[in-house]
C-alpha cells in the first residue's frame, strides 16, 4: 500500500508536469511555423520517449522491492523520489529553456534597428569592434565575422533588422553593396588650360559623388 500510494503520487506529481509541457508545446509548435524552429519538436519528442522508459524501469525496480523486503523497500522508495525529483527538475528547465528560446526568437525577429549604425563601422573600426563585442557576446564565429571588413555589414544589417523587417533589411544590404569612397579631393577637366581639384562630395548621405562646380582659372 505504501508503495502503491508512493507511486500514485508520483505519476500524478509526473503527470501535471507532462500536461504543462504538452500546452507549452502547442505554443512553440505555432511560433516554429513563423520561425522555423523544427528542432525544439525533436527535443520533446526525445524528452517523452526518454520518461517513457523511466517509467518502465521504475515498475521494473517497484516488483524487485517487494522481493526484497520491507527495509530494502524502503531504500528503493527513497532513491525513486530523488529520480523523479529530478526528473522532473530536469523538464522544468528543459521548459524553461524553450520559453526563454521562444522569447529570444520574438525579439530578434521584432527587431527594427539602425541602418546608420551598420554604415558608421564601414568606416569606424573602433566603433565597429565595440559593436561586435556587443553584439555577439557568446558567439565566436559571429563575432569575427562581425569584425572583419567582408562581412562587417551584412552580419550588421542581419543583427539590428529581424525577420519581421524584411525589407528594411533589403535596404541594409543595398547600403553595404555601395563602395565607400575615401576622402580626398579629384581631379575635373582642365578649365583654361589648369587643372580643377575639388573635394569629393556625398551626394545626400547616398554614398555617390556629385560633381563640384567648375571654377574659372587663369591660363598660365
Not at 509526473?14 to 528542432?39: D, M, V
Not at 524528452?47 to 522508459?53: D, F, R
Not at 569592434?129 to 555577439?136: G, K, T
Not at 545626400?204 to 582659372?217: I, M, Q, S
Request: charged share 40%; net charge neutral; with cysteine.
Amino acid at each position: 500500500m505504501v508503495q502503491n500510494e508512493e507511486k500514485e503520487k508520483e505519476e500524478i506529481e509526473l503527470e501535471k508536469i507532462q500536461q504543462k509541457i504538452a500546452i507549452e508545446k502547442r505554443k512553440k509548435e505555432c511560433l516554429a511555423k513563423t520561425f522555423e524552429e523544427k528542432a525544439l519538436d525533436e527535443d520533446f519528442i526525445e524528452t517523452e520517449k526518454q520518461s517513457m522508459a523511466d517509467q518502465d524501469e521504475i515498475k521494473i525496480e517497484t516488483a524487485k522491492k517487494i522481493e526484497d523486503g520491507r527495509w530494502k523497500l524502503k531504500k528503493k522508495i527513497e532513491l525513486m523520489k530523488q529520480k523523479a525529483k529530478a526528473r522532473a527538475q530536469a523538464l522544468n528547465d528543459q521548459l524553461s529553456q524553450i520559453r526563454t528560446q521562444m522569447s529570444k526568437d520574438i525579439i530578434l525577429a521584432n527587431r527594427n534597428g539602425d541602418l546608420n549604425i551598420c554604415k558608421k563601422g564601414k568606416k569606424d573600426h573602433d566603433f565597429r569592434e565595440s559593436y561586435c563585442n556587443q553584439a555577439f557576446v557568446d558567439d565566436w564565429v559571429r563575432n569575427s565575422e562581425c569584425k572583419s571588413d567582408e562581412d562587417w555589414c551584412y552580419t550588421c544589417c542581419e543583427h539590428e533588422f529581424g525577420s519581421n523587417f524584411v525589407s528594411q533589411r533589403d535596404n541594409c544590404y543595398d547600403m553595404c553593396d555601395r563602395k565607400v569612397h575615401p576622402v580626398g579631393f579629384v581631379k575635373f577637366p582642365q578649365v583654361n588650360g589648369a587643372a580643377i581639384f575639388k573635394p569629393n562630395t556625398p551626394l545626400k548621405g547616398d554614398g555617390h559623388w556629385v560633381w563640384a562646380p567648375k571654377e574659372l582659372t587663369k591660363a598660365a
